[in-house]
């Protein structure tokens, strides 16, 4: 399997992501994950990476499973864990091809000895914030979820995507891009752009120092991060992408004379595009930076063919109790749209072996994410 033959199959259907590439699955890869490649035809049969490489056939469905083996004692040979980051990839009002792709996943979890199977399709549930004046309720993503639950489908404890985001419609003039957005929104863009805050995209050597400001954010906001060796393997991965129909990423750098004070990097893939990583500095912060730097990822995202801006996750509890209430705010006001998604479900063909798991490994992470914040207080020097 390469990145073209597999890039193209997962861009011809419905919601392609990021995270479904082949890119992806390199990052992964790195590790401790196995990358498996799994696709439908348009008769619903399931295909597997080795019936791939010709891909001849018109695909219906498709999959980036990861599979990371789990030591259990002796049982660590055939014991794992999967995971279809936002995939599968599929037409889910198809009923028949549903559940085509449901019982073979099932199938496949068992076959590989999972402890369980999990996946967080873009599936949406509504739009707008709940109970408010813009909620609309999507019924056929509420089915989806009815029949995950009669299958035995677990809405999962562990969920390691944004459940709900906001995206904003690429496709209208940049005037009226402009206009959709609140006034205060469109004050703080001109006043970065009056107080000389200047952008320009980064390059492989600002990776280094992008990180310590990513690292500087964490540990001011409260939020963990990994290494900087990941980062710079995710940033890198996709920053060599050079063909326009492939994944690719690039950091967007604000500065004010010369020197940096945020920066954002935005994913582009098939017609989306994506702000994953956001980091900015206490300096300057009274020019607004960060309001200039999202206007500039708009604009680049549409003249790069893209209609979609995904601002990658909103609250799932729609108050200031949530910790993503004041990037909501923010969000908010550059005019993008709610969109709440079905969220991670899980599939445990052996449920003793899934509930230990999901007894050990919350409080496992708890431990990780203690070291985690401690370690990247030590790297500034706090």
């Not at 906001?221 to 890198?236: A, L, P, Q, T």
Request: charged letters at 25%; glycine letters at 8%; proline letters at 4%.
């Amino acid at each position: 399997m390469d990145s073209e033959t597999w890039n193209s199959i997962v861009s011809k259907l419905p919601n392609p992501h990021f995270l479904q590439t082949y890119e992806w699955g390199q990052v992964k890869a790195k590790y401790e994950w196995q990358s498996i490649y799994l696709a439908w035809d348009e008769e619903g049969k399931m295909k597997e990476e080795r019936s791939l490489s010709s891909f001849i056939f018109q695909p219906s469905a498709a999959a980036l499973i990861l599979k990371k083996t789990i030591p259990m004692g002796g049982m660590s040979a055939r014991l794992s864990i999967l995971y279809a980051p936002k995939g599968p990839l599929l037409d889910w009002a198809n009923e028949a091809l549903r559940n085509h792709v449901l019982n073979d996943l099932q199938a496949f979890a068992r076959r590989q000895g999972a402890i369980f199977v999990k996946m967080d399709p873009d599936v949406v549930l509504g739009t707008g914030v709940p109970a408010g004046g813009d909620d609309v309720i999507d019924n056929g993503g509420q089915a989806v979820m009815s029949e995950l639950k009669r299958r035995g489908w677990r809405y999962s404890s562990d969920q390691i995507q944004f459940k709900n985001t906001v995206l904003i419609d690429l496709s209208p003039s940049e005037e009226e891009m402009l206009a959709g957005m609140k006034q205060k929104t469109r004050y703080n863009i001109r006043l970065a752009e009056k107080k000389g805050v200047a952008l320009r995209v980064g390059k492989s050597d600002d990776l280094g120092w992008l990180y310590k400001m990513y690292a500087e954010t964490s540990v001011r906001d409260g939020f963990v991060i990994r290494d900087e060796g990941y980062y710079k393997i995710v940033w890198e991965t996709f920053m060599r992408s050079a063909i326009s129909d492939q994944p690719a990423a690039e950091p967007l750098i604000a500065e004010v004379d010369g020197e940096p004070v945020a920066a954002i990097f935005v994913f582009y893939f098939a017609g989306r595009a994506y702000y994953v990583y956001g980091m900015s500095r206490d300096v300057h912060r009274e020019k607004m930076p960060t309001y200039l730097l999202q206007w500039e990822a708009m604009k680049r995202a549409r003249a790069k063919g893209c209609t979609v801006y995904d601002l990658w996750g909103a609250p799932n509890v729609f108050d200031e109790s949530d910790s993503l209430w004041g990037v909501y705010r923010f969000k908010e006001g550059l005019g993008g749209k709610v969109v709440r998604t079905l969220g991670a479900w899980d599939f445990a063909p052996n449920p003793f072996w899934y509930k230990l798991y999901s007894e050990v490994i919350p409080r496992v992470l708890d431990v990780m994410r203690s070291r985690g914040k401690a370690k990247t207080k030590q790297s500034l020097g706090a």
